[in-house]
């Protein structure tokens, strides 16, 4: 089974929420591999006229999501590359393109033509995002593996005790570490059965022990304190996560599903 990161969705599943997916494939990072993050662009309001222009923006959404029921609360919206067309993010859910007259909504990616590499045109916005989201993140609400020697790169990595690519990843944490790379996991279960598991991680007073034991297959004791496991959760379907691992640099890029140590570091270097 594939999966793909991101998928044009008609605007009635704004309503309903985004549904939960299996693990990341390799065969799905090869879908990736030619994408890059697009040519600079802010996402900035710089004249007045634009500023107003995102402010009607806003109040047609508003009138429409009331209209059709869809209960979503726009947080921030930005301008593109692309004429009359915005960036908009949304309370609880994963940002959303608009056309500037607000009669349309569409999730997916927008790719630009005309160079060797196809350019991603909303990857450079959602980037700037994540980078917020993830340094707002408090470290004892984490699962870091510390690099060994100097820290050359952070990774946030979403995962789930559950998910055989993420065993595999895991596999490789010596390797990872010894190269100058600290893996933040932010726990990230795919469905609610696997809940208890992650939040039993979590609770454990070894939490490195507890994820070793648990990715493995072992059974931990059921949870008995509080944890950000749900926290997390909706945080990785705010930034468009439908699978696990989704490996984001410190800087908010998203690089991938499951990658092999030489490929994680050649795209981190990059």
């Not at 869809?70 to 921030?76: D, R």
């Not at 989704?246 to 140590?261: E, K, N």
Request: hydrophobic share 35%; with cysteine; glycine share 8%.
């Amino acid at each position: 089974m594939t999966f793909t990161r991101a998928k044009i969705v008609m605007a009635m599943t704004l309503a309903a929420g985004l549904g939960l997916t299996a693990c990341s494939s390799n065969n799905d990072e090869k879908k990736q591999t030619t994408l890059t993050a697009s040519a600079p662009a802010t996402g900035e309001a710089s004249t007045l006229s634009e500023r107003n222009a995102q402010q009607r923006l806003v109040k047609t959404l508003e009138q429409h999501f009331k209209t059709a029921g869809i209960q979503a609360k726009i947080t921030e919206v930005k301008t593109t590359e692309v004429p009359n067309l915005y960036w908009v993010s949304l309370e609880g859910m994963s940002a959303v393109y608009a056309t500037s007259d607000g009669k349309y909504i569409f999730q997916g990616d927008v790719i630009r033509l005309g160079d060797k590499q196809l350019h991603n045109v909303g990857e450079s916005l959602q980037a700037g995002t994540n980078k917020q989201i993830f340094a707002s993140l408090k470290e004892q609400d984490l699962l870091i593996y510390k690099a060994k020697g100097e820290t050359k790169h952070i990774i946030y990595v979403f995962t789930d005790v559950s998910c055989p690519y993420c065993h595999k990843l895991h596999e490789h944490m010596d390797e990872l570490n010894s190269q100058g790379i600290e893996v933040r996991y932010i726990a990230w279960p795919r469905g609610e059965q696997f809940i208890p598991a992650m939040e039993s991680v979590w609770c454990s007073q070894d939490r490195h022990a507890a994820f070793d034991q648990a990715i493995a297959g072992a059974e931990l004791p059921a949870a008995s304190c509080k944890t950000p496991v749900r926290e997390h959760y909706q945080l990785g379907l705010n930034i468009g996560v439908n699978g696990t691992p989704a490996i984001y640099s410190a800087d908010g890029v998203y690089l991938g599903g499951y990658l092999s140590p030489s490929e994680l570091l050649k795209r981190l270097n990059n």
